[in-house]
DNA sequence: GCGACAG
DNA sequence: ATCTTGTCGC
């Protein structure tokens, strides 16, 4: 798929935090009317000194349409507030490959809920210009109150008296995972859209099926 | 200065 | 994220 290199990756942690202000500028949130029919989910894993992507899609009745994936050495460290300059590099490669034109992508982290409001979910939709949410399994900045112990339930998370994200329990007592809009889907349709590509686990089928693979891979390249 | 801190 | 087996609980 077509992307815009909007800036370089390899740059300093300071001109990275510029960067992040700067795209902050362009970001949209729309409500989402239309029908998902295909939606994408991106996961990294690490060993020695490569970062493995994965980018597995998902029609609307779960049934995987593409997989592409991508390896290569690791250039960045994680600083929290600057993943997407460690994973966001890779991730586009393995994009490059994909051939299925998405609706939506999710991925493992977060969107606008992070210090600029330019969480990974957010920086990368305005790179490839689809529709983005954050699926993160910690929270990185905010307050909320711990939603009820039963699978639906939910708060907000807010931050500088604005709703940036929603803790939502997908399962009975487990941990809440948080979601939060990326680019072009505002926060109410973020969270119809993920409800409605969560199953019997924890995590939503597209981020949860392309952690899978991230770690199925990583072995066949270990033992190859 | 202290605590927090996506993956 | 990663190093790692069994084990408690729904």
């Not at 909007?6 to 740059?11: A, E, G, V, Y």
């Given at each position: 798929m077509l992307y815009k290199k909007?800036?370089?990756?390899?740059?300093s942690p300071k001109k990275a935090i510029d960067i992040q202000s700067t795209l902050k500028k362009l970001l949209k949130f729309e409500k989402i009317e239309k029908e998902i029919s295909l939606v994408a989910g991106v996961d990294l894993s690490f060993f020695k000194e490569y970062g493995l992507a994965v980018i597995v899609v998902l029609d609307y009745d779960f049934n995987i349409r593409e997989i592409v994936h991508h390896v290569e050495k690791v250039s960045y460290p994680y600083i929290p507030g600057l993943l997407a300059f460690r994973e966001g590099p890779i991730f586009i490669k393995a994009w490059e490959k994909l051939k299925t034109d998405v609706d939506i992508v999710f991925f493992d982290g977060h969107g606008i809920a992070h210090p600029r409001k330019l969480g990974i979910a957010s920086h990368m939709g305005l790179w490839i210009e689809k529709a983005t949410i954050g699926i993160a399994k910690s929270k990185l900045i905010g307050n909320y109150k711990e939603p009820g112990?039963?699978?639906g339930n939910f708060s907000y998370l807010e931050y500088d008296g604005e709703k940036i994200g929603i803790v939502y329990r997908s399962r009975n007592n487990v941990k809440p995972i948080f979601i939060s809009p990326g680019y072009l889907i505002d926060l109410e349709s973020s969270l119809k859209i993920t409800k409605s590509f969560i199953t019997k686990y924890r995590l939503p089928e597209p981020t949860r099926l392309a952690h899978l693979y991230t770690q199925k891979i990583k072995k066949e390249h270990l033992s190859s």
């Open positions: 909007l800036h370089d990756w390899n740059i112990k039963k699978r």
